[in-house]
């Protein structure tokens, strides 16, 4: 079956701008994560859902971070007023819904890019 | 924050040897998972082993746990040019508010030379 989707794969934008990323989860997972990857750096969590509700938000690095999954399937991480910092690659994964214990599949990320 | 770490940074072999890279970690896991990444891109699954279980075998992947040292190895054998790629460890503490949260360690780039 189709494994996670995401888009875009690359976004370039401008500094003070607004952005969004959306990810398609496999479908029937009701688990999923995003996590922020920097050069040379491993993943870093930022959010996890599980359904429709953000069961843990505390690695989005501040307000300008926010995500939503209103349906329980794609979710859309969201960046406001972009700093050059935000640059990164944004990774997102799903599971079958007992995190913790099912394999997390990811995606192929999207590359921000903050000019 | 990581709370894993692979260990070589950089580990450059040529094509039919074996590679082995470590994952040290700090606090107590559930479970740990080795990842493979292509080109700075998307992660692939290769193993998750479970904090009661020592050892795990897929394909030519060998991975073991030692949860008294909080350390677990990855063997690749008989290594090919396609193997070339960032592996990091993943640790899942499995527990309260950090349920469901994966920590990454920076990874071990292995390069096989043909």
Redesign the interface.
């Known amino acids: 079956g189709a494994g996670v989707s995401q888009t875009p794969s690359n976004k370039v934008t401008e500094k003070g701008k607004y952005v969004e990323l959306r990810c398609d989860p496999i479908s029937g997972h009701t688990a999923l994560y995003w996590y922020r990857q920097s050069l040379g750096q491993g993943p870093e969590f930022l959010i996890y859902f599980q359904g429709t509700g953000a069961a843990d938000d505390s690695g989005l690095p501040n307000d300008r971070f926010f995500a939503v999954r209103p349906e329980g399937s794609v979710s859309t991480l969201k960046i406001q007023r972009t700093e050059r910092g935000d640059s990164a690659v944004y990774l997102c994964a799903s599971s079958l819904g007992l995190a913790g214990v099912e394999t997390q599949y990811f995606g192929p990320g999207t590359r921000l890019l903050v000019l | 924050s990581?709370q894993?770490e692979e260990d070589p940074q950089a580990l450059s072999i040529q094509e039919g040897e074996n590679a082995t890279m470590n994952c040290s970690y700090k606090t107590s896991i559930?479970?740990l998972?080795w990842?493979r990444q292509n080109s700075?891109?998307?992660?692939?699954?290769l193993i998750?082993i479970r904090s009661n279980e020592r050892e795990k075998h897929s394909g030519r992947l060998r991975v073991t746990l030692d949860t008294s040292k909080k350390s677990s190895s990855l063997l690749i054998t008989a290594s090919r040019a396609a193997d070339t790629a960032s592996y990091?460890c993943?640790t899942?503490?499995?527990?309260g508010?950090?349920?469901?949260?994966?920590?990454?360690?920076?990874?071990t780039q292995l390069t096989v030379w043909p």
Do not use: E, I, M, W
Request: hydrophobic residues 25%; aromatic residues 14%; without cysteine.
């Open positions: 990581q894993g559930n479970n998972q990842y700075g891109r998307g992660l692939v699954h998750l990091f993943a899942d503490k499995g527990r508010s950090t349920l469901g949260r994966l920590y990454f360690g920076r990874g």
